[in-house]
Each structure stands twice: as C-alpha cells, then as structure tokens.
C-alpha cells in the first residue's frame, strides 16, 4: 500500500518545533533571528516564492525582509549590495532568489554571499565544506528531501538511491548528502537514518534512463520534466521523491468570464500510475515544497545560533 510521504503537514510540525525554538531565545532577551531575501524584477513565479517564504518566516517568529531591485540593476551594483548585507550585523543569513536577469552572472553574486550568512548553501564555500563533511549550511532542498526521510524513518544506509538532475541546487547536493558516512549528517537529526546510500546521478545524456532507475530503492526527480518517471520505470515498493515543480496549461478549461488560460502545478513523476507501485512517494504539491521553505527557516536559525553577533 502506498504512504503519502505528508511534506506539508511535517513542514508544519517543523515549523511548531522552530517557533518553540524562536521563542525560547526571546524569552532568554535574545533578539530573533532575520533573513533578508534579495529580488532582483518581478519574475511572477519568484513573487510567489518569496511571498510564501515571508510567510513561513512570520509563523515562526523569524524577523524577515524583502530587499527589491530594478530589472536593470548592474551586477557591479548588485554586488555592492551583497557586501553591505555581509557587513550588516543585524542580519543572520539571506538569499539570492533565483533565476537572477540575463546580463547578470549568478555564479559571482552567489560568491561573494558570506558563507555563513548563506542560508540557501549555495555559495563554493558551503558546497565544498559539505563535499569534505565539514560543518556547512546545506541546500534547503536536498536538507528538506533528508528530512522528510527522516521523519518517516526511510533509512538510506546501503540503499540505492537514484537522483534525477545534477543542478546546483538540487542534484548535486542531493547525491552528497546521501553518499555521506553518517556521523556527517545535521545536528538533531538522526544520524541511522542518513547518508550511506549508493548513489546514481542521472541527467539527459544518460542512457536507458528507465533501466537504472529500475534498480533503485528510492528515486529522487528533480529535472522539471512532466512525467518523466513513469509506472515501467519503477521497481514494486521503491520509495519515489518528486522534486519537480512544472506549470502545466488545463487543456479544455479556458476560463469563459477572463478568456485566461488556467494552469496548474505537477511534478516530474507520473502520478497516478506510480503511486500504487511504490512504497512511499511525495505529492506535487504538497512534498517536496514545503519542506524546501522550512528548511531555508532551520538553515537561518543555525546561521543564527553559530554566528549571531
Ligand atoms: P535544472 O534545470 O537546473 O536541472 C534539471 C536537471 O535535470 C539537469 O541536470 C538535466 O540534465 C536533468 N534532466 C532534464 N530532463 C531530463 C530527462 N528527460 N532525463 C534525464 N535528466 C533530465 O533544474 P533544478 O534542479 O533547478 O530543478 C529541477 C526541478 O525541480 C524543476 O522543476 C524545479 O522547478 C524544481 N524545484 C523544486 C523545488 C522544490 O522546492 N520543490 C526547489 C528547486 C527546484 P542536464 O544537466 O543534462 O541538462
């Protein structure tokens, strides 16, 4: 039988524990923790992300900030307001919402973000510190991924994972984390239950794609691909993690009043034929999301409870 693997309801008991934790450090007269999200435009789709980041961030008591620029900001700009949120001592960590505009190059501003007010684990620092199991902030959503196989005691250790995509951001982190001895793995979390997998990385240019992927325990998709991952391509009882977020047009079902086209979000796994194969598998929406937001949340209060001056 299939289990939902529930990210918006763990996301919600994790973000109960962290205002808990919020609270705690008022209590003792600390001041709370702030993040500060950087948005360059008004790409629709980053509005939607950092609106619920915002969110997210008042439920648990986060102090949290919007700082916009124009479209046509210059990197030279933009890079000078990098270096005056690294020296802002006021601010715990912050992102760089991405995609950044065309004329800016992503790689330098992601750079020149200090280490350990990076609180999406992007910049080289935090990459390569995870990479050789030093202490890190780690990419909110390989972390969220981990946690939610933690929280339904999925353990990895010996497993073959097979991961989907070798982005940056979720891919490559994802394929670390999981291949890591265990003792490396995030304070308060449950060292069994992590790392130690055996880990296949799979992109476009890999060959019969369907075969590998019927050899492995748990299935990771992050390739923004509607329904990559078929019902052939998965072995009975695999547990199936859907990072995929797409925007699909609802065919016939063009709005009469607006004359807009509707949409609607689905990930890179075909539904509705896997999930009876598999043994647990993350909705879209409602898995992989949630848990990638809580997890930007947990990584500001550990820049805060480490670096906080
Ligand atoms: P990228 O576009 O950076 O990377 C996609 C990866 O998937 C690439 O490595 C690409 O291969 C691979 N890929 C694409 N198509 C195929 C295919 N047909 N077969 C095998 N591999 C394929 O995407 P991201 O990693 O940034 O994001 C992936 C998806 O996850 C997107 O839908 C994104 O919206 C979503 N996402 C969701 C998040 C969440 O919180 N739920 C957070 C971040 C992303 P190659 O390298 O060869 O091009």
Do not use: W
Not at 50 to 78: F, S, W
Not at 80 to 106: R, T
Not at 113 to 121: H, P, S, W
Not at 122 to 131: A, D, S
Request: charged share 20%; with cysteine.
């Amino acid at each position: 039988m299939v289990n939902i693997l529930d990210g918006k309801r763990v996301a919600a008991e994790i973000r109960a524990e962290l205002r808990a934790e919020v609270e705690t450090l008022k209590a003792q007269g600390k001041r709370a923790p702030k993040l500060a999200i950087v948005l360059v435009g008004n790409n629709p789709a980053s509005e939607v992300y950092v609106a619920n980041k915002l969110k997210a961030c008042a439920e648990v008591g986060i102090e949290a900030q919007a700082i916009r620029y124009p479209m046509d900001i210059t990197e030279h700009t933009l890079l000078n307001e990098i270096a005056k949120l690294n020296n802002d001592a006021s601010i715990d960590g912050y992102i760089v919402q991405l995609p950044l505009p065309e004329h800016i190059n992503e790689t330098a501003i992601l750079s020149a973000i200090d280490y350990r007010k990076d609180v999406d684990g992007l910049t080289p620092e935090n990459v390569g510190r995870t990479v050789q199991g030093l202490p890190s902030i780690i990419s909110a959503t390989p972390r969220g991924i981990r946690e939610l196989l933690a929280r339904y005691n999925i353990q990895t250790a010996g497993k073959h994972v097979v991961v989907i995509g070798r982005s940056n951001i979720v891919g490559k982190p994802m394929a670390i984390l999981l291949m890591q001895r265990p003792y490396l793995s995030l304070p308060g979390m449950s060292a069994s239950a992590l790392g130690d997998a055996t880990v296949t990385i799979c992109h476009s240019k890999t060959q019969d794609l369907a075969a590998i992927c019927r050899t492995a325990d748990i299935i990771i998709v992050a390739a923004g691909s509607p329904k990559l991952l078929t019902a052939e391509m998965v072995k009975e009882g695999a547990v199936v993690i859907d990072v995929g977020i797409n925007r699909v047009e609802i065919t016939n079902n063009q709005s009469p009043i607006t004359n807009t086209k509707r949409f609607r979000l689905v990930g890179d796994v075909d539904f509705e034929h896997v999930a009876p194969k598999a043994s647990y598998i993350t909705p879209v929406p409602g898995g992989v999301g949630p848990m990638t937001i809580v997890s930007l949340l947990q990584n500001t209060i550990q820049a805060y409870n480490e670096h906080s001056r």
